[in-house]
């Protein structure tokens, strides 16, 4: 089994959330201790430039091209959150939350503001779920 080589590096995480507008600072706060609070093998580091979250726990090994260990990378927009899902594909979308038909598997979520996040939360978690289910351990 191939353990994580990604970095649990949740300061980083921090200090990059730290700097933008303190409203919105709090709105992407609150997705990420979400998506932190579904199960304890979900970390979180800096990657691609923005705050993501990957399976910390051991794999069979893989090609890392492929981005099985990716969870979620946080795409920030004009006071949007959009959540991509690098193998989104792979995901049982039961609530039609994911958004996108591309050929390299990801998939999209939009946060426009708490509301929303608060509207789609149960979805999200059973997205979520459903990913570290099919994680090939």
């Given amino acids: 089994m191939a353990k994580s080589t990604d970095v649990n590096d949740p300061e980083s995480v921090s200090d990059f959330i730290g700097k ?3 409203t919105f600072a709090t709105f992407l706060q609150s997705i990420r201790q979400f998506i932190l609070s579904i199960d304890p093998v979900i970390g979180e580091q800096i990657k691609w430039n923005s705050p993501s979250f990957f399976y910390n726990g051991e794999m069979k ?3 890392p091209k492929t981005y099985k260990r990716d969870m979620i990378v946080f795409n920030i927009r004009k006071n949007e959150a959009l959540l991509v899902f690098p193998t989104g594909d792979i995901i049982n ?5 994911l958004e996108g038909n591309y050929t390299d598997g990801r998939k999209l979520v939009r946060f426009k503001d708490g ?9 999200l ?3 979520i779920k459903d990913w570290l289910e099919k994680v090939e351990k």
């Fill in 125 to 127: 978690r059973l997205a």
């Fill in 20 to 22: 933008l507008d303190p």
């Fill in 93 to 97: 979308d039961q609530h039609a939350l």
């Fill in 61 to 63: 090994p893989f090609d």
């Fill in 115 to 123: 509301e929303d996040f608060e509207k789609k939360k149960h979805a």
